[in-house]
């Protein structure tokens, strides 16, 4: 039980809709957007303001960490940040298996270098063990330069927590995230000499646990693609499909560019993907990728992949204009969603904006709830933070002038 | 620490005591963190035999976050 901490919740001022280079008629059709939610900021060290059930939304920028909280019926919502003021933050989750309610977060301050830093009290004080937190081995001959993802495993392994960093790296805690390894496996395979990095980095961004608490795991690497283990010792590549229009041999083995990949508990062999060009499913955990939704998407560049923890058939993504441009298509924010297993797209853009908008979201800039009507979550790098408390019908803006963010996680609090 | 001390050896002795500082001055290879300057007096280790850097007995070394790092 995690006592609520006294505070008032929220106030919110209308504000008008923008008028700028819009039409009388455009006017008439605007959907005016929610007022922001003016939030109150609670100075870190106090901690998040939030109890048993809350919504808690994590949000990683270039600045640091924020975290958004509200009841369950996602109307109001309280701030909290930022912590690790000036450090950038791509990795972050709250573990609430098992009861808990453990902030693990990965920053990297551009002097000190990154490091990972854990807290039971929703972030009043936080611990970074020694010796170290997670670091190479000596014979290992490198450094950490970023952790990208911090991926607690499922129910059926409590204390096992992934993380992923650069260089492509994977890295395994079996007691909550206080101790990490190294994956010796993954980080001698045969590949490595010959992969490329993508515009980011040689990052591992994404892992992907087995729900049952299987060996199987998968991560994915820019730009080397996705790879499998299914005995939790031998890692292969698992890109067969997966098309590579910037590379000479556009289906190789290896070396494609994989953004984000999810996959629903209920079904842990159906795996979604988005790739630099591309949408993908697999019904083999990574055995075989078929590309899906070309025909509906507005465009099949994008970052995020989200599947809905309520439905195992249902996925989102944020289509963006080309690996050049990297925006919204047209000025316009759509979240396109997927109801028959990424066969046909909808894209949904009531109450974001839909002209003039040049933004962009990254990888892990779109993250879900577990309530039920799905609760939606997008960052932009641009600072803005949106949600739908209906899986993506309607959208209202939930701040603004945040530094640009790298990382949304939801949970909610046990 | 036996004569010549180094400013590697300072760091070594830094990182026994106080191995959090240690690690967010030089990386795990042991390499001096790009936006991190080591003054020893008033000269940049940079400028002079880097980690090898003979430190004189008596002088300040300071570790400073570099202007580079924002």
């Known amino acids: 039980m995690i006592s609520r901490m006294k505070s008032p919740r929220v106030c919110s001022a209308p504000v008008p809709v923008t008028t700028r280079h819009?039409?009388?008629?455009?006017?008439?059709?605007?959907?005016?957007?929610?007022p922001p939610l003016y939030y109150r900021f609670m100075a870190a060290p106090e901690g998040l303001d939030a109890s048993t059930g809350d919504v808690v939304v994590l949000l990683g920028t270039t600045k640091g960490l924020f975290a958004m909280s509200a009841g369950q019926d996602r109307a109001h919502w309280a701030v909290a940040g930022p912590w690790f003021r000036g450090e950038e933050v791509y990795a972050a989750a709250l573990d609430c298996r098992h009861g808990r309610?453990?902030?693990?977060?990965?920053?990297?301050?551009?002097?000190?270098?990154?490091?990972?830093?854990?807290?039971?009290?929703?972030?009043?004080?936080?611990?970074?063990?020694?010796?170290?937190?997670?670091?190479?081995?000596?014979?290992?001959?490198?450094?950490?330069?970023?952790?990208?993802?911090?991926?607690?495993?499922?129910?059926?392994?409590?204390?096992?927590?992934?993380?992923?960093a650069e260089p492509a790296a994977l890295f395994r805690s079996d007691d909550g995230g206080e101790t990490f390894r190294l994956d010796e496996n993954l980080w001698g395979h045969e590949h490595r000499p010959h992969w490329q990095p993508g515009g980011g980095g040689l990052c591992l961004h994404t892992v992907v646990p087995d729900p049952g608490g299987g060996s199987r795991l998968g991560v994915a690497v820019s730009a080397a693609g996705f790879y499998?283990?299914?005995?939790?010792?031998?890692?292969?590549?698992?890109?067969?499909?997966?098309?590579?229009?910037?590379?000479?041999?556009?289906?190789?083995?290896?070396?494609?560019?994989?953004?984000?990949?999810?996959?629903?508990?209920?079904?842990?062999?159906?795996?979604?993907?988005?790739?630099?060009?591309?949408v993908y499913r697999?019904?083999?955990?990574?055995?075989?990728?078929?590309?899906?939704?070309?025909?509906?998407?507005?465009?099949?560049?994008?970052?995020?992949?989200v599947a809905d923890p309520n439905r195992p058939k249902t996925a989102f993504v944020v289509p963006l204009t080309s690996d050049e441009f990297r925006c919204v298509p047209d000025g316009r924010v759509q979240v396109y969603r997927t109801g028959d297993g990424g066969v046909s797209w909808r894209g949904l853009g009531k109450g974001l904006p839909q002209s003039?908008?040049?933004?962009?979201?990254?990888?892990?800039?779109l993250s879900a709830d577990s309530l039920d009507p799905t609760g939606l979550y997008l960052g932009t790098r641009t600072g803005e933070v949106f949600a739908s408390a209906?899986?993506?019908?309607?959208?209202?803006?939930?701040?603004?002038?945040?530094?640009?963010?790298?990382?949304?996680?939801?949970?909610?609090?046990p | 620490m036996p004569a010549p001390v180094t400013v590697g050896a300072v760091l070594d002795a830094l990182a026994v005591v106080h191995p959090a500082v240690a690690r967010r001055v030089r990386d795990e290879t042991g390499t001096l963190r790009r936006h991190v300057n080591v003054f020893v007096g008033p000269h940049n280790m940079r400028d002079l035999d880097d980690l090898g850097t003979v430190v004189p007995e008596g002088t300040e070394v300071a570790v400073l976050p570099a202007i580079s790092g924002g």
């Open chain 1, 22 to 34: 819009c039409t009388d008629e455009a006017r008439r059709n605007v959907v005016p957007p929610a």
């Open chain 1, 390 to 413: 209906d899986a993506g019908e309607s959208w209202r803006e939930l701040a603004r002038h945040l530094p640009p963010v790298l990382l949304v996680k939801t949970a909610v609090l």
């Open chain 1, 101 to 164: 309610a453990r902030l693990l977060v990965g920053a990297t301050s551009p002097h000190w270098g990154p490091s990972v830093y854990r807290s039971d009290d929703l972030g009043a004080s936080w611990a970074e063990p020694e010796p170290e937190t997670l670091a190479f081995p000596e014979q290992a001959g490198a450094a950490v330069a970023r952790v990208w993802q911090l991926q607690p495993a499922g129910d059926a392994q409590p204390d096992v927590v992934y993380a992923g």
């Open chain 1, 356 to 365: 003039d908008a040049y933004l962009t979201v990254l990888r892990d800039g």
């Open chain 1, 228 to 278: 499998r283990t299914l005995d939790g010792t031998t890692w292969e590549a698992a890109n067969s499909g997966i098309r590579a229009p910037f590379l000479p041999d556009p289906t190789p083995e290896f070396g494609q560019c994989v953004h984000k990949v999810d996959c629903h508990p209920a079904e842990p062999d159906t795996l979604f993907l988005q790739h630099h060009w591309g």
């Open chain 1, 282 to 305: 697999s019904d083999d955990f990574g055995g075989r990728w078929d590309e899906v939704g070309a025909d509906s998407l507005s465009s099949t560049f994008g970052f995020p992949i």
